[in-house]
């Protein structure tokens, strides 16, 4: 009797670890090189008797030359729009500790302390009072400043009230009046302010300064940067 021999069907059979490669990051766009394999592919397939007109494939190379010329050209504004943003926090950082001056004429302010502030008047004015009111609208000093010129005054408080005592900590703000062309109007005040820190926020990466008192502004609201501290 013939003996059956067992056989086993997975001899032979050899077990090969399959490796995939990493697909290559695919952003959908057109790349130069699919461009060209395209074209190449369009003028193999094409019908020797209606052979592609080469004022057509002369546009097509053109419109692609285009469109990766724009892209190219925006990805350098990206790259200078980025350069930018680091240079101008990097001079933003070197305004930490000094002051700054705003189109603002409300500040808050520790005990104690002075505040440095601009008149700016378009016209000469006279009989020019500059009030320091208080977050209730109470008038707790008065300077009489008299005549000034059309144009920027500096002016400084010290801080105290009208009875000589330092004002308490809290919001205050300017409101100076006076005579132009011989009508009783108010004039603008600005404030300086002292830059405690520098903040890189948002998509466009805007510099933003906080300023004493808790306040913030854009570096670009900046009117004039001061030497000395408020």
Same mark, same amino acid.
């Given at each position: 009797m013939e003996t059956?021999?067992?056989t086993?069907?997975l001899?032979?059979?050899r077990?090969?670890?399959?490796?995939?490669?990493?697909?290559?990051?695919d952003n959908?766009?057109?790349?130069?090189?699919?461009?060209?394999?395209?074209?190449?592919?369009?003028?193999?397939?094409?019908?020797?008797?209606?052979p592609v007109?080469?004022?057509?494939?002369?546009?097509q190379?053109t419109a692609?030359?285009?469109?990766?010329?724009?892209q190219r050209?925006?990805d350098s504004?990206?790259?200078?729009?980025?350069s930018m943003?680091?240079?101008q926090?990097?001079?933003a950082?070197s305004?930490?500790g000094?002051s700054?001056?705003?189109e603002?004429?409300v500040?808050g302010?520790e005990?104690g302390q002075?505040v440095?502030?601009k008149l700016?008047?378009d016209k000469?004015?006279s009989?020019?009072?500059?009030y320091?009111e208080?977050?209730?609208?109470?008038?707790i000093?008065?300077v009489?400043v008299?005549?000034?010129d059309a144009g920027?005054m500096?002016?400084?408080w010290?801080?105290?009230t009208?009875?000589?005592?330092?004002?308490p900590?809290?919001?205050?703000?300017?409101?100076?009046?006076g005579?132009?062309?011989g009508q009783a109007?108010?004039?603008?005040a600005?404030?300086?302010?002292?830059v405690? /820190?520098?903040?890189l926020a948002?998509?466009?990466?805007?510099i933003?300064?906080n300023l004493?008192?808790? /306040?913030s502004?854009?570096?670009a609201?900046v009117?004039e940067?001061?030497?000395?501290?408020?």
């Amino acid at each position: 009797m013939e003996t059956v021999k067992g056989t086993n069907l997975l001899e032979g059979l050899r077990w090969q670890k399959e490796e995939y490669k990493a697909a290559e990051k695919d952003n959908g766009m057109l790349t130069q090189a699919d461009f060209f394999a395209l074209l190449t592919q369009e003028l193999a397939n094409q019908d020797p008797t209606k052979p592609v007109d080469n004022n057509e494939i002369i546009s097509q190379m053109t419109a692609f030359s285009t469109t990766d010329g724009v892209q190219r050209l925006n990805d350098s504004f990206d790259i200078f729009a980025r350069s930018m943003t680091s240079s101008q926090a990097l001079q933003a950082s070197s305004l930490v500790g000094r002051s700054v001056l705003v189109e603002d004429n409300v500040f808050g302010m520790e005990e104690g302390q002075s505040v440095k502030g601009k008149l700016v008047s378009d016209k000469p004015a006279s009989n020019v009072k500059i009030y320091v009111e208080n977050i209730a609208g109470e008038i707790i000093q008065t300077v009489q400043v008299g005549k000034v010129d059309a144009g920027g005054m500096n002016f400084t408080w010290d801080g105290q009230t009208a009875e000589g005592e330092p004002a308490p900590e809290g919001a205050y703000r300017f409101r100076i009046v006076g005579l132009v062309d011989g009508q009783a109007s108010e004039l603008e005040a600005m404030t300086y302010r002292k830059v405690d /820190s520098v903040t890189l926020a948002g998509a466009g990466g805007n510099i933003i300064l906080n300023l004493n008192g808790g /306040s913030s502004m854009a570096l670009a609201d900046v009117v004039e940067i001061s030497g000395g501290d408020s």
